[in-house]
């Protein structure tokens, strides 16, 4: 075991991570604070790392006395002077400000998104603000990529937190867990330029252009002649092209893609593709182009989802979309149609596993001809059954998002830990059901879920295990979250404040559900 003197000669940052738990551990310990071993990292001048006194978290940026390095004046806190190890140490104790995130973030690259190409990723949205030790602790040393910053707009909205905030919780969680494998940001479900604008100006780097509202599901049923009144009126000018253009492009016959797909539209097939899908490649180019512009030299990627929509995407239809953006000078990294079968919220996939596989590689087909990109799969979540053909197919060009899945494991630990919290958010789910599954995709009939008052303590986790209690609760964290009583909230400090005071078993609990859906894409 290294003395803490020793730490002071590095001449660039270094995560010391786990193997200096003792000399971190020896530091914490002089500022009368509990140090998490993995976060020690060194830098120019002085070392740093995260420390807590009960469930107060604080930074602290450790020198010899009084000779603390330049970089560390961009942190505010109070400095104290202490011994570890017989050295006398100046210690900064910097609480988990927004500029100490971003001084963090400048100072410590490791606790900024990068860009992460085609790696298979997985996403894994927190809702909470609590998850991301854990997340990391499931993905650490897999080799695919996490998106640890992942959060909609509506999200946000729904869990009263900002976006700054959600990036700022995530660079004290790598910073916690000393991560330094690189992370990914992904600003979800975009709709806007102005939603591009406020995640970009707070770093991150990918964006998921959702143009669901310019996706007319209509097109499917529509009969021919509405069809064709429809297809008259699209913005051929925004897309850069004619009728007869479009029609000179698709309808020349068979055209094989790589497997030996084969697709061969004929005028129907094109004008319902065209109307379904036309204004949201107009609308994911202008979002592309915007960025293209805000960014600069600027690094990013953007994926353009089209997984909130009535039906599901066709093959011609991801073949029509892909081309089009491709004309346009569109670039894109993930792809998210909309798949065959029901993706609802926190349960496995619903539907006909071989109709799943026959779509899927049709998908696949599409996007070896246009990328390679990665096939991105929202609502991810809990789908074990078609997370091993996803993985086969796609050769690991996966984009994998969850994070409702997070919060019910957080809620599993409520059960375990505050018993009494868990029965009124119980209680509460059943009143707030039918209102908050209106924007989601789910099927759960409450009154197959047992009541708070049916259940004693060590069953009360056990809503959690069945289809209709998962989807119970999980569509209700909005309201659970911001739910206002009287100055405060009705149950968001106490479940925060549970969460904090059993860290370690919600990071357990998030590693070990977590690492099932990471598992089946290991490896590719
Ligand atoms: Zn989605």
Redesign the pocket.
Known sequence: MGEVAGLFSSEETVVLGAASAGQAERIADAAGLIAYPGSLVAAPGAVALLAKTGVDKSMLIVAPEGSFPDWSFEFSGRTMTAQADGVNISIKICPLTHDNAQALRRNFPYTRPVCMGLKTAAGTGDRLGLATPGHIRAVRGTGLAAFLAQQ?IREMTRTARRVRQVLDDVSWGVFEEGFDEGFGSDA??LKTTSDIDSCAAVGFTMF?V?PGDHVDGSADSASADELAAKFQKLDFGGLETTAADLRRDYLTGPVTLPGDVVIEADDEMLLRAAVKYGAAVGHTTSMFRHLATERGEKPFELEM?V??TQTPTTTFEHYFVARELTRLGVKWVSM?PRFVGEFEKGIDYKGDLETFRNSFAEHVAVMRRFGPYKISI??GSDKFTVYPIMAELADGLIHL?TAGTSYLEALRVIAHVAPELFREILAFAFERYDTDKASYHVSADPSKVPGPEDLADDRLASVLNGDDGRQLLHVTFGSVLTTKMGEGYLFRERLLMALRSHEEEHYDALQKHLKRHIEPFEGF
Do not use: F, I, M, V
Request: hydrophobic share 10%; charged share 40%; proline share 0%.
């Open positions: 909609s979800d479900h998921t959702d989802s997984d909130e998210a929202h609502s998002k």
